[in-house]
C-alpha cells in the first residue's frame, strides 16, 4: 500500500475493510473528509470506474481485488444531527448503532431495530436493511445523493417510485425521521 495523500491510498487491501476480512486491493482507496472533499474527488476521477464501501458487512471481494477507485464513507461523513422536533439528518457514514442511540437518546421513535446491523447509514440505505419488522426505507423522508460528476441533489421520497429506484441513487448522506 502507497499513500498518495492523507485520505487516498493506492492498492489497499480491502481485507482490511470487510467484515470478513478478504478481499485483495483496490487500485486507489479514498475516505473523504467532508462533502467537498468527496464532490472534489468525484470531479477529478471522471471515467474511472468508483465502487462505494460502507462498514463493510455486505460485501465479499474477491482476492484480485477492485479495479478503479473504492469510496468508503465509513468514520467520514458521519454526522447525526436534529433537523426538526421529530426528525434527524444522517450522513452514510454514521453506524446505524449510532442511529439507534442518538434516536433513543432524542425520543425519536422506533429506532431500536438498527442497533442489530452492524453497517453504516449509506449500506442500510443500499440494502434497505431491516430487522424485528423494521426497515431502513420505512423512516425517510429526504435524501441528499451525489452524483458521480461530484453534483449534489436532493430527492424526496414522494417522488421515488420504489425501492428500486430508490437504490438507484447514491447515498452520501441521508435525512430520516426516525
Ligand atoms: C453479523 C451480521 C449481522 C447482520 N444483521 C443484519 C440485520 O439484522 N439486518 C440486515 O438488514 N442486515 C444485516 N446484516 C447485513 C449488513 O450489515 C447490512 O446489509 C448493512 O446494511 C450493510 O451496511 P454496510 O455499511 O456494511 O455496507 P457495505 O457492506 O459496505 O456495502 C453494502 C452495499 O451498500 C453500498 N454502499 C455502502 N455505503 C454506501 C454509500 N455511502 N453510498 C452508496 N452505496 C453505499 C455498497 O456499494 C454495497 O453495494 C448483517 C451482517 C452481519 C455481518
Not at 48 to 60: D, E, Q, R, Y
Not at 64 to 71: D, E, F, K, M, S
Request: proline letters at 4%.
Amino acid at each position: 500500500m502507497s499513500k498518495q495523500a492523507y485520505n487516498c491510498y493506492y492498492n489497499e487491501l480491502l481485507s482490511k475493510h470487510t467484515s470478513w476480512k478478504v478481499g485483495g486491493p483496490a487500485d486507489i482507496f479514498f475516505t473523504p473528509q467532508n462533502r467537498d472533499d468527496l464532490s472534489n474527488f468525484l470531479k477529478s476521477n471522471q471515467g474511472n470506474p468508483i465502487t462505494w464501501l460502507g462498514n463493510g458487512t455486505n460485501v465479499l471481494v474477491r482476492d484480485n481485488g477492485i479495479r478503479g477507485a473504492v469510496i468508503s464513507t465509513k468514520k467520514s461523513i458521519d454526522k447525526i444531527n436534529m433537523e426538526t422536533d421529530n426528525s434527524c439528518r444522517v450522513e452514510a457514514g454514521a453506524s446505524c448503532m449510532d442511529l439507534a442511540l442518538f434516536a433513543e437518546k432524542n425520543q425519536l421513535g422506533p429506532a431500536a431495530f438498527f442497533s442489530g446491523i452492524p453497517g453504516s447509514i449509506g449500506g442500510a440505505l443500499t440494502m434497505n436493511a431491516g430487522s424485528f419488522g423494521h426497515e431502513t426505507w420505512e423512516f425517510v423522508e429526504t435524501v441528499e445523493v451525489i452524483d458521480e460528476s461530484g453534483d449534489i441533489h436532493y430527492l424526496h421520497l414522494k417522488n421515488l417510485n420504489s425501492h428500486t429506484d430508490q437504490s438507484n441513487f447514491l447515498f452520501p448522506c441521508g435525512s430520516s425521521p426516525a
